[in-house]
């Protein structure tokens, strides 16, 4: 396990850094990055709110990492709280406002389609963040989306042991909708299929923590509180809604949950033993990458000197970087989220589980 953490921190670190250096010597705007106004606008559109990370994480990093780079653009920003019209419309004002780039992560992908093809037409590049939008984007930045479902499913037969070809499993996968969900799924079983029973999957609407919530009563009520030996849950927030249901039933000892975003309630939730681990995206190259797609692509600079690697969308070749994600469970929390600087040992050992943060050496 620790090989692999730092094989893949290694390669985090490798593409941060090539993205940094991509950028060096592009501190002015092009001439025509601005139409004409002189200055470069670049709209940063979120999904939702729901997911702790959009807005403490990716908006101020992503914020800081345009500007470091083109200290003169000015970067609108807008959250669709998981509506996929009111981030139409979020598009829609950007391209009447002629932006220079858009950074979306699209609600819908599908959905949003129509409105990327929109952008396209008015000149106006749209870089795919986090979630690949369907219709002909610019770029994308991203983390490889299967090889977290294949991080978290291994993770959870390790958890199981060797009985787990006997034992029975929940899944609590993401929002279909959101094409990263499906890669998650894709990854998971490719590791899990056959190697487990799979009792009751559920794809989960705007991945809502009070529909993992509800469905995970649900599966409990048709399978069987003593029946249910693993947990995927494709995030945090969707672990948090199932681990909050089988705590209802009373089910003891809890049996591993998987989740992903490296949340803090969830990282504490994995100290004292509740969740079993979370898949680490370090945001930071995320942002980084996502940033100097932005303004080069605001600029009208060729993508290829930020991308690392390339998808296909649409039939077409897209300019990419993916990114490598890290599993986290109790054993490896300080020599990757604390070492990152993400949370320091005091923040994730509040009162509440600091005898937790003494039995897994944290303390």
């Known amino acids: ?99 220079d780039a858009i950074v979306l992560a699209a609600v819908d992908s599908r959905a949003l389609a129509g409105s990327v093809g929109k952008a396209a037409e008015a000149g106006i590049p749209v870089i795919a963040y986090d979630r690949l939008s369907e219709g ?10 299967e090889e977290v479902g294949r991080l978290q499913g291994e993770a959870l ?16 996968n993401g929002d279909l909708s959101d094409p990263n969900a499906v890669a ?18 559920y794809d989960t609407a705007q991945w809502r923590t009070e529909t993992a919530n509800m469905n995970m009563s649900s599966a409990i009520a048709s399978l069987g ?10 995030n945090d927030g969707l672990a948090a809604g199932s681990i909050a249901a089988l705590k209802a039933n009373k089910i003891e000892p809890l049996p591993p949950v998987t989740g992903q975003d490296a949340e803090l309630r969830a990282v504490q939730r994995i100290v004292t033993g509740d969740q079993y681990m979370t898949v680490y995206k370090p945001f930071a190259p995320e942002a980084s990458a996502g940033a100097a797609m932005a303004v080069a692509a605001a600029r009208g ?20 970087v993916k990114l490598t994600p890290i599993p986290v469970t109790a054993d490896t929390i300080e020599e990757t989220l604390v070492k990152d600087g993400v949370y320091t040992v ?18």
Request: net charge negative; glycine share 10%.
């Open 225 to 234: 509180a003593e029946s249910i030996d693993g947990v995927y849950a494709a």
């Open 1 to 99: 396990m620790k090989a692999r953490i730092r094989d893949a921190a290694t390669a985090v670190t490798a593409v941060s850094t090539v993205v940094v250096l991509s950028a060096c010597g592009a501190d002015e705007p092009s001439d025509d990055a601005s139409g004409g106004s002189g200055a470069t606008t670049i709209a940063l559109l979120l999904p939702d709110s729901t997911t702790a990370r959009w807005e403490t994480r990716d908006r101020p990093m992503l914020e800081r990492q345009i500007k470091e780079r083109c200290a003169d653009c000015e970067v609108e920003h807008g959250n669709a709280k998981g509506d996929v019209a009111a981030q139409q419309e979020q598009m829609e004002s950007m391209i009447t406002r002629g932006v």
């Open 301 to 320: 600079e060729n993508l290829d000197q930020v991308a690392t690697d390339t998808v296909t969308t649409d039939g077409r070749t897209v300019p990419a």
């Open 136 to 145: 002909p984007v610019s770029g994308y930045a991203s983390f490889d989306g």
């Open 157 to 172: 037969l390790t958890a199981m042991g060797n009985g787990a070809a006997h034992q029975q499993i929940v899944m609590m």
């Open 184 to 201: 998650f799924k894709k990854g998971a079983l490719s590791v899990l299929g056959g190697r487990v029973k799979i009792g009751k999957e």
């Open 346 to 363: 005091e923040q994730i050992c509040s009162p509440a589980v600091r005898a937790a943060c003494q039995k897994v050496g944290l303390t």
